[in-house]
């Protein structure tokens, strides 16, 4: 077995752990206690939220940030308790109750969206940073179940509209980030960003196992997708 079937193999089990839970449990994140709805990718298990939710705030800082598939809300919460201002989206109703649960929760203001990828931003909304933990894995089952997608992009379809519709939510020399692993298809997103006039480069990037007790290593991975109309930096 290589070590990616062994990746996936996992992967999937993990899932399998999270569909069991039929009721609403708490998790610790980065010291913020989580509230985590049934149907809903769980930051108890994989252990890139932790991550991104801390390296991500830290990039954004007081800029308005929009985040792309919030999940239980955790990345998006910790960007407003660092000043940020926030608007979230998902496109699975309960992440989208579960997000606002933990706003009320944790007594934040983040306005979240239920929605597909930009569907639910009005139109002339513009934002200094996008970001989405995208489903490092390139799926081939184009009728996933709702959970599993948190997971699994049907050859990459929603990465590509990610990347080709940003520029409309993007104020002028804003960032599109994106957060992946060494275990998705990196060729594929070189040539995703490429196709939509965006350079690829590692903005930040760090090693840890894919759950607490996992022997699999993932590296982590925020990208900076850099405009090719402009250059920001000299």
Same mark, same amino acid.
């Given at each position: 077995?290589?070590?990616?079937?062994?990746?996936?193999k996992e992967v999937h089990h993990v899932y399998e752990q999270m569909r069991r839970h039929r009721?609403? /449990?708490h998790t610790i994140v980065n010291n913020l206690d989580i509230i985590v709805f049934p149907d809903v990718f769980s930051p108890a298990y994989f252990t890139d939220s932790a991550y991104f939710a801390k390296v991500v705030p830290e990039i954004v800082g007081k800029k308005r940030?929009?985040?792309?598939?919030?999940?239980?809300?955790?990345? &998006?919460?910790?960007a407003v308790l660092n000043d940020a201002t926030v608007v979230a989206t998902d496109c699975?109703?309960? &992440?989208?109750a579960n997000a606002k649960e933990n706003v009320k929760y944790l007594g934040v203001n983040v306005e979240v969206l239920?929605?597909?990828? /930009?569907?639910?931003?009005t139109k002339g909304r513009k934002f200094d940073i996008i970001f989405w933990n995208h489903p490092f894995n390139k799926g081939d089952n184009p009728h996933e179940e709702m959970l599993l997608r948190a997971g699994f992009d049907y050859q990459y379809e929603s990465l590509e509209k990610y990347v080709a519709q940003a520029r409309t939510y993007l104020r002028p020399k804003g960032d599109l980030l994106l957060g992946s692993g060494n275990f998705a298809d990196i060729a594929e997103i070189e040539r995703i960003a490429e196709r939509n006039n965006f350079s690829l480069e590692i903005l930040q990037e760090k090693?840890?196992?894919l759950t607490e007790k996992s022997?699999?290593?993932n590296r982590y991975i925020i990208y900076l997708l850099r405009n090719l109309y402009y250059s920001k930096y000299p």
């Open positions: 077995m290589t070590l990616k079937e062994e990746w996936l009721g609403q /449990y940030f929009l985040e792309i598939g919030t999940g239980t809300g955790v990345i &998006a919460v910790s699975n109703p309960h &992440a989208v239920e929605g597909n990828m /930009y569907n639910p931003i090693e840890c196992s022997s699999i290593l």
